[in-house]
């Protein structure tokens, strides 16, 4: 924790440590058409399931040369990892523990779609969300989320037949089946824009969670870096 020494330098020395690294990163240059660089991402991996195909075809379209590191990591994990340089930029559900030093900006707040093989019947309303058999992405592997909670208020219920460990195996386990899958939005949005899928608005009225939302946050050491700034 700063001293209230070392808080009075950094006020006085922050203009200078800006103007020092606006200066060296136009003195570097980056070109993603012909120099060289590894990205390290932290995400969480319903995120980096649907940012992956943007990742990987425009990475490799528009920066040939570079690598891509994805990490798994998650509100728990981040900021050790932004504060250790494990990863320079994250992407994911977070708490307002990040580093001091780390700068994040909000790109999505979250909302719930339930997924379907397009193939089976839709849309999906109430009578048939509660008929249908369910998978349910549960790290900590209990068959109970925040639909059951839902339900339970209006007097309804669902079964949930089958509990995933990663939203990853989400494509594998609901296609060619019955089985409905309630997920962020923006993932069910990736599902049906890969094919075979379809999604429907949640039936119910979600409860009332603050601050849904997906943050990126970045080191401040790169915050000039031309071609973390890039990415």
């Known amino acids: 924790e700063p001293t209230a020494r070392a808080a009075a330098l950094m006020a006085e020395l922050e203009p200078c440590l800006g103007t020092l690294a606006r200066t060296l990163g136009e003195a570097t240059p980056f070109d993603p058409a012909a120099d060289r660089r590894t990205f390290r991402v932290g ?59 780390a700068k994040q900006r909000v790109v999505r707040r979250v909302g719930f779609a339930v997924a379907r093989d397009a193939a089976t019947p839709g849309p999906v309303d109430l009578d048939a969300y509660c008929a249908r058999p369910h998978a349910l992405v549960t790290p900590q592997g209990d068959l109970r989320g925040f639909a059951d909670d839902a339900l339970e208020a209006v007097g309804r219920s669902r079964r949930v037949v089958l509990g995933l460990p990663d939203y990853a195996l989400v494509r594998r386990a609901v296609r060619g089946t019955d089985l409905l899958c309630t997920l962020p939005d923006f993932l069910a949005e990736a599902l049906v824009g890969s094919g075979g899928f379809a999604a429907d608005p949640l039936p119910f009225e979600r409860p009332e969670v603050p601050r849904v939302e997906i943050r990126m946050a970045w080191r401040a050491t790169v915050d000039h870096d031309p071609a973390e700034m890039w990415l």
């Open 43 to 101: 995400c969480t991996g319903d995120v980096a399931v649907a940012l992956l195909p943007a990742f990987t075809a425009r990475l490799r379209e528009l920066a040939p040369h570079c690598d891509l590191v994805l990490r798994q990591a998650d509100y728990r994990t981040i900021p050790a990892m932004l504060e250790s340089g494990e990863i320079g930029t994250a992407v994911a559900y977070m708490e307002d523990d990040l580093p001091a030093s």
